[in-house]
């Protein structure tokens, strides 16, 4: 599945469940409760916290594809092509980034 589908799958859906989408701003505040889910599980799990015996059932991988729907929700309703401004950014990073990784001591 590319982003180009996945934001239809999820437009989608939103017609066929979730009556409409919730404003940008619920949805910003929804994407940012989402990370914070995100946030809690690798700080417990691969951080320095000890993980609560609450969290040890959590699901990394649904808290992030948590994360992407909400993203691909905010995208959709402020009319951007993710795939597009995706593969744009993948580009710039590729030319700005490479030799400056391939350099870094802190890498190797």
């Not at 402020?78 to 950014?89: A, C, D, I, R, Y």
Request: charged share 30%; with cysteine.
């Amino acid at each position: 599945m590319n982003i180009q589908n996945a934001q239809q799958q999820v437009d989608d859906w939103i017609k066929n469940h979730g009556v409409r989408y919730f404003n940008e701003l619920t949805n910003m505040a929804q994407l940012t409760e989402e990370v914070g889910e995100v946030a809690r599980i690798i700080a417990r799990r691969y951080g320095e916290q000890s993980e609560k015996e609450s969290d040890k059932g959590k699901d990394l991988g649904e808290e992030l594809a948590d994360v992407l729907f909400v993203v691909l929700c905010l995208a959709n309703q402020t009319g951007v092509n993710l795939q597009e401004s995706f593969e744009k950014k993948l580009d710039i990073k590729t030319k700005r980034d490479h030799n400056r990784h391939h350099n870094n001591e802190k890498l190797k």
